[in-house]
């Protein structure tokens, strides 16, 4: 078992640009799909422009459904590019139609809620980037950016490495997460594991440590570590600066949920 990844992006190729998730205005858009554009990329936005009532989603279900399938039908898109995440993804899923995408496989790039999207696409055999999304683009170094587009481009084995708990080295299919959205695809059609020798690596976002505790549990009482040859832990942080008596940390519920799996982290 092995992800086809899409072909190689070249200066040229087009990109569409959706919102799957939470709204973003345009203005903070813009500055991201100035990058792309300077890298090469003709980039066309598509996004729903009629308010949805539920404030947290970019557009209704049936607007971002068209403008997300649009996206992956249309044989000379090179690259989908989301806009931003927050929530709305897997609402889409069900009603996605993966055919065209098949058959002319294209890369998908952003992070957070799109991880649904992401492994969705893993689940039809086909690899995306796990990167910054259009609405943080701007904010990352140029060292993050150059990576990106050099990865985009010419492509690279790509190393993790930082402070090991459980040693050792492991080669395997990577796959990125939103840990509360990858756990959310649990009994659903779109959930991609296992893939042999699996490395699983995870962030999350406003999730307390307790509620990290039961999102692993999930995983652990699943068996869906049994195929998982390692794991890379991510950033585990708050939108806003806590007061220091109210600040968590969660190393230690994920040292004791995934330190006696005995895999590399």
């Given at each position: 078992m ?10 040229g ?27 090469g ?19 209704s279900d ?11 039908d249309?044989p ?46 893993a ?10 999304l259009?609405s ?14 050099q ?7 790509y ?17 990125p997460?939103?840990?509360?959205v ?9 959930w991609?594991?296992?893939?042999p ?20 549990t ?10 998982v040859?390692?794991?890379a832990?991510g ?15 969660a ?9 006696d ?5």
């Open positions: 092995s992800l086809i990844l899409p072909p190689r992006l070249q200066p190729d087009r990109a569409r640009v959706v919102l799957t998730s939470g709204p973003c205005d345009r203005e903070t858009l813009q500055a991201g799909i100035d990058i792309w554009r300077a890298w990329l003709k980039v066309e936005i598509d996004i729903p422009d009629r308010p949805c009532e539920l404030e947290y989603l970019a557009g049936r607007d971002r459904l068209n403008t997300l399938q649009a996206a992956l249309d000379t898109c090179r690259t989908i590019l989301c806009g931003r995440g927050g929530y709305g993804v897997t609402r889409l899923l069900g009603d996605l139609n993966w055919d065209r995408f098949r058959k002319s496989p294209k890369w998908i790039v952003g992070f957070s809620d799109i991880t649904a999207l992401l492994w969705a696409a689940n039809q055999g086909v690899g995306g980037l796990h990167a910054p259009l943080t683009l701007p904010h990352e170094s140029e060292g993050v950016r150059s990576r990106l587009w990865w985009l481009h010419a492509g690279a084995g190393e993790l490495s930082g402070t090991a708990w459980n040693s050792g080295r492991v080669e395997g299919t990577l796959f997460a939103n840990l509360a990858a756990t959310s695809l649990f009994a659903t059609p779109d991609p594991l296992p893939y020798d699996t490395i699983l690596a995870f962030e999350d976002i406003n999730e307390d440590d307790y509620r990290i505790d039961r999102l692993l999930q995983w652990r009482n699943a068996g869906a570590f049994e195929s040859a390692g794991i832990l950033r585990f942080s708050w939108n806003d600066p806590l007061p220091e008596d109210e600040r968590y940390d190393t230690l519920a994920l040292r004791d949920r995934l330190m799996l005995k895999i590399p982290i």
